[in-house]
């Protein structure tokens, strides 16, 4: 496989329920992120890690837990979430971290909080 | 923070007609600029990207921006759209100072009309 792939495509859950999102890039890149992306909204900056070392956290409410084992995975750690948090979650990794390098996002998980 | 806004939340345009999609940022500060496309049930891919030089700024697929420091714009162009075009066009924003934080606007979706 090439570029960002994420699983589960889709995903439905209760607000008692814990769950995992996973994204992995087949890129060599150094720095991965996770983004929220809701209807009519920005997309949100949830969280980027840099050489497996978290470097942002856009205050993010504790029950989305982000865990970087190696460069080339990254997962989102849910529990205890809520209707709100329905929306699609989006990973992108880029060479390296910095404002200049183009991110390369997987095709994302649609996630629905019941 | 920076802020990115594109006014057209929809664009309609006919097939071959030209087309132009606005984005406006916050800060008159050296920035650098992105226009980023999602097709259907996709990730975003870069279409064009800023960083300095000439203010005029060639991508894929046709698409070219022009960067105006003076109106803090970076509209994006095509003289001439394919029914192929149709999708969602996201101007995004990062300041080389703080290079981990991206700001991306809310979206245009371009609707080509055969």
């Known amino acids: 496989e090439t570029g960002v792939t994420q699983t589960p495509r889709h995903l439905v859950m209760g607000m008692t329920n814990k769950k995992s999102l996973k994204c992995e890039q087949h890129?060599?890149?150094?720095?991965m992120y996770w983004y929220k992306q809701s209807a009519k909204k920005p997309l949100e900056l949830m969280f980027v890690?840099?050489?497996?070392?978290?470097?942002e956290n856009n205050s993010v409410p504790s029950r989305f837990s982000p865990e970087c084992p190696n460069s080339s995975h990254l997962f989102l750690h849910l529990h205890t979430l809520q209707p709100e948090d329905s929306a699609l979650y989006l990973c992108?990794?880029?060479?390296?971290?910095?404002?200049?390098?183009?991110?390369?996002f997987g095709p994302g998980t649609r996630l629905l909080v019941l | 923070a920076q802020s990115v806004t594109q006014l057209d939340s929809q664009v309609p345009v006919f097939e071959e007609a030209p087309v132009e999609l606005r984005c406006n940022y916050s800060?008159?500060?050296?920035?650098?600029l992105f226009w980023y496309v999602q097709y259907p049930n996709q990730g975003l891919q870069l279409l064009l990207k800023?960083?300095?030089?000439?203010?005029l700024v060639k991508g894929i697929n046709g698409f070219e921006a022009e960067f105006n420091k003076s109106q803090t714009s970076f509209h994006l162009r095509k003289p001439s759209v394919h029914i192929s075009d149709t999708a969602e066009y996201f101007c995004?924003?990062?300041?080389?100072?703080?290079?981990?934080?991206?700001?991306f606007g809310t979206g245009t979706s371009l609707t080509v009309i055969p």
């Open positions: 992108a990794s880029s060479l390296n971290t910095g404002g200049e390098e183009t991110q390369y």
């Open positions: 890129l060599g890149h150094n720095a």
């Open positions: 890690y840099s050489l497996e070392e978290r470097v």
């Open positions: 800060s008159s500060v050296s920035v650098y």
């Open positions: 800023y960083l300095s030089g000439s203010t």
């Open positions: 995004a924003v990062s300041d080389p100072n703080t290079g981990n934080q991206f700001y």
